[in-house]
Structure formats: C-alpha cells, structure tokens
C-alpha cells in the first residue's frame, strides 16, 4: 500500500534533515547537575567520619559530575549535527552512517518513572557486522519521539522495495 505524500513533502526529503543538539536542553541540564554535584559533595564532605555514608554520597557526587560533563561537552559542537537523516540512512555524530535497508529494527526508547524522564534513546538493530546495536542518547536533541519518528517515515519511503511496503 502505498502512502500519500504531497509535493511539498517530498520536496523536502530531498535534502537530508540535520538535527542538532537543544542550547536550553543542554544548559538546564548543566545548572541541574551542578547543583546536584555541589550537595551530594557537600553531603560527602559532612559525612567525613563516616565511611560507608561518605563513599555513598560519594558516588553519587562522581554520578552528577558524570553526567554534568555529558551535558556540557555537546555544548562546543552545537554548529554541528548529531543527527542526519536522509534518503541514503541515519548519519551519526561519529560519522557512521546506517542505510534504510540495513536496519532491522528503529527504534525511540522514552522511559520514565512516575512522570520523570529517565532515559531517552535511539536504537537501530541493523544487519551489518558491525555493529549490531547502535545507540544512542538523544534526550538533549532538538527533536520528540513523534518527529523522529515521522522523520524516518518519509524518508526511508524511497529506499524500501515496493514489495514490502
């Protein structure tokens, strides 16, 4: 069955559609993990006497200042795309690209836990020899599930036989 697309639409899926890392994604994720490193290390240094409170709160404290550097790396290459998606496959930031007719399986993981985002996610299961997974963190992009996946939608139209469409 084929899907209707207007000429406006492809058009568009002529060029390939770079997305980028969110500014305001990224710094509110600083500020966040900052202060969260600032008062567990705080708690860490209030708990000196006490070793098993300390390594605790300890690492935790190596948890914030983990994912604090997660959120400000991105922010020297926000010129360039971590995503490219166009009629040829994904693109990563690493340069590797994946062809629509390489993946088995596309995938946008949203998890939460009582309304909190815990984990957003890209995973392509693909048939080439490596690698097998790839995947990667995409909760800082310019970009929500439905959009990602619409994305892929029209652009993977073209390079899908016909017979299994």
């Given at each position: 069955?084929e ?96 062809g ?11 998890q ?6 815990i ?44 017979a299994?469409?």
């Amino acid at each position: 069955m084929e899907i209707y697309s207007s000429s406006q639409t492809k058009k568009k899926t002529e060029q390939p559609r770079e997305i980028y890392y969110s500014r305001i994604k990224l710094i509110s994720g600083a500020v966040i993990w900052a202060l969260a490193m600032a008062f567990f290390g705080l708690l860490t240094y209030r708990s000196m006497g006490e070793t098993g409170a300390m390594g605790f709160f300890g690492v935790i404290t190596l948890g914030a200042a983990w994912m604090f550097f997660n959120c400000v790396k991105p922010l020297g290459s926000l010129d360039k795309p971590a995503l490219i998606i166009g009629k040829d496959g994904i693109r990563f930031d690493d340069g590797l690209l994946i062809g629509w007719n390489d993946m088995r399986e596309n995938t946008y993981i949203n998890q939460m836990y009582m309304g909190i985002p815990i984990l957003k996610l890209v995973q392509i299961k693909t048939t080439l020899a490596k690698p097998k997974v790839k995947k990667m963190r995409v909760a800082a992009l310019a970009l929500n599930s439905d959009e990602y996946l619409a994305l892929c939608d029209s652009y993977s139209q073209g390079s899908i036989p016909s017979a299994t469409r």
